[in-house]
């Protein structure tokens, strides 16, 4: 059974950062072709931030956080990183790992997600 655990969430005043990390147990994140970042804030929907393609290396990023985020992975470590700068109160939200098997447009193994809250 495979399990994305989420880490490095936490409380920041805006323009500050915080490295976030999801590393996977169980499963390398090798047999998965994408790795992405999602987040939900409060009364909103799920919704993508970042997501890199395992074998290469391509980026993908939401219009809102191109630029201040950049998402990278470490394969002897099993684990991939969302680095977040210059952070924003709208970038509050509950932070999720995700990882798809086959590109079919649904991601297929989920973490149970990180809080990350920015003071203004």
């Known amino acids: 059974q495979v399990q994305l655990v989420e880490s490095g969430g936490g409380l920041v005043q805006a323009g500050g950062s915080l490295r976030l990390s999801c590393a996977a147990s169980?499963?390398?994140?090798?047999?998965?072709?994408?790795v992405g970042w999602f987040r939900q804030a409060p009364g909103k929907e799920r919704e993508f931030v970042a997501a890199?393609?395992?074998?290469?290396?391509?980026?993908h990023y939401a219009n809102s956080v191109r630029g201040r985020f950049t998402i990278s992975r470490d394969n002897a470590k099993n684990t991939v990183y969302l680095q977040m700068n210059s952070l924003k109160p709208e970038d509050t939200a509950v932070y999720y790992c995700?990882?798809?098997?086959?590109?079919?447009?649904?991601?297929?193994?989920w973490g149970q997600g990180t809080q990350v809250t920015v003071s203004s």
């Open positions: 995700a990882a798809d098997q086959n590109l079919d447009g649904s991601y297929d193994d």
């Open positions: 890199i393609r395992w074998s290469s290396g391509i980026t």
């Open positions: 169980g499963r390398t994140f090798g047999r998965y072709v994408m």
